[in-house]
């Protein structure tokens, strides 16, 4: 949008300058024009006063009678030109407002633009620094679980060879400890006769 605003600001230059060349070329049309047909006016009213002091002459057979033209066809086409210039002129002012118009009612919508996608970026780069923190958290959290998980995974190893070892041996142990019980149970026994015969005596 800044590219489109520098080359409209570009062109708006160029239509200017021409602008300007052509009000005052057409001036000039105008300022020229204007000097001649008060020169041929005036030209016109001094031969015109000259041709009516002259005795009149009687028109031959097969003419028409004499009209006073005093070159108003060259002034009634060179006033008709200086109408032209002023046409052109006004029409040219015209349209240069409306240039003027469009180039700052373009420029005012291009930073309107630029502002709302200016604030866009701030917020979508807001938006992303929140994502990127986020996302650092969610590593940390991530490495931390695995690191919780590795510590389950070695203790159940732990507990698996711990209970491995009690499955193997629990016959073994369950005939050994039944042993205990009964030599404790016949030592119990033998200590409980040999105690009554021994205070009875």
Request: aromatic share 6%; with cysteine.
């Amino acid at each position: 949008m800044r590219v489109e605003m520098q080359r409209a600001s570009e062109d708006r230059q160029v239509q200017n300058k021409e602008f300007q060349a052509t009000v005052n070329d057409q001036a000039a049309t105008q300022a020229i024009l204007g000097k001649a047909v008060a020169r041929l006016e005036k030209f016109y009213a001094a031969k015109a006063k000259a041709l009516l002091q002259q005795p009149a002459v009687a028109m031959p057979a097969g003419f028409k009678s004499y009209k006073k033209q005093g070159g108003t066809g060259v002034v009634a086409m060179m006033k008709e030109i200086m109408n032209d210039a002023k046409e052109m002129q006004a029409e040219a002012t015209r349209d240069e407002q409306d240039a003027q118009e469009a180039y700052e009612s373009f420029t005012a919508n291009s930073n309107d633009g630029i502002n709302a996608r200016s604030k866009d970026i701030v917020n979508k780069t807001e938006s992303k620094a929140l994502a990127a923190q986020e996302r650092t958290e969610v590593e940390a959290s991530i490495v931390q679980q695995v690191r919780d998980l590795e510590m389950l995974n070695d203790y159940k190893g732990q507990l698996h060879a711990s209970c491995d070892f009690v499955m193997k041996n629990f016959e073994i142990r369950q005939e050994a400890r039944g042993q205990e019980i009964e030599a404790l149970s016949q030592a119990k026994s033998i200590l409980s006769g040999a105690g009554g015969s021994e205070f009875g005596a």
